[in-house]
């Protein structure tokens, strides 16, 4: 699944690209607009990086015996890769605009030995859509306040009978952007996340049919361009 992430990325861009093209027209018609205002742009991509939701439960029934097991803990380590398509939310002189975008984020998880004394390595693939509110403090700094969600697919990682499993996110996402007249943005922000997962772990010498439920507040940071 390696090339899963570049491939959705390249398509999010085409996707901006074509939704927004009727940006190039306000370029052509008035060459004295600022390049890179958001006024003309098509649409900020944005990689960013940070933690995911620490706080986590599994509920699980072995697939052999039929024993139920429940655990909550706090995951040891966590981390968060995203794209961010996002267009511009307009200029300096609204008081807010609508936003929309997509967002394609990994997501792993590690535990050290909390699940019955073995360590638990988990992967997420996510694919979501943002809604929300943008306003331009000033001609280069975006706030930005959006609701997402949408599918994942999630999956063990050196289990030796975990399978491929499915389940969603939902989430509230405060930012801001700063950008220079060329193009380039730094960003950074704080995400509200909650999701579940339905998946086969392996563990013990045992198949476990188990209910992942994530929750919690993670800091992103990263770098984009407008477009």
Known sequence: MTW????????????????????SSLIGADSGIEQFTSDVA???V????GSAARSASISSTSTTT?????SSFTWDSTGRL????????????????????????????????GQGGQSLDLRQLQLLIHLGMGWMASQRTTI????????SVAWQVGGSRGSLGDGWQVGLRLGAAYTWDQG????????????????????????????????????????????
């Not at 899963?4 to 940006?23: A, D, E, M, N, W």
């Not at 930005?144 to 599918?151: I, S």
């Not at 086969?200 to 770098?223: C, D, F, H, Q, Y």
């Open 184 to 227: 380039f943005q730094i960003h950074g922000g704080l995400l509200a996340l909650y999701d579940q997962a339905q998946l086969t772990l392996g563990r013990g010498g045992e198949n476990w049919s188990a209910k992942l439920t994530e929750r919690g507040v993670a800091p992103t940071i990263g770098v984009g361009w407008r477009f």
């Open 46 to 49: 944005r990689v960013g990086y």
């Open 82 to 113: 995203s794209l961010l398509v996002l267009p511009p939310p307009g200029h300096a002189s609204d008081t807010a605009r609508g936003l929309w975008g997509f967002e394609a984020a990994t997501v792993r998880n590690h535990d050290d030995g």
């Open 42 to 44: 098509f649409c900020d």
């Open 66 to 70: 039929g024993k139920n097991q429940d």
């Open 144 to 151: 930005e306040l959006t609701t997402f969600g949408g599918p």
């Open 4 to 23: 899963t992430l570049p491939y959705i990325s390249s398509q999010l861009i085409t996707t901006c690209l074509l939704v927004s093209g009727f940006g």
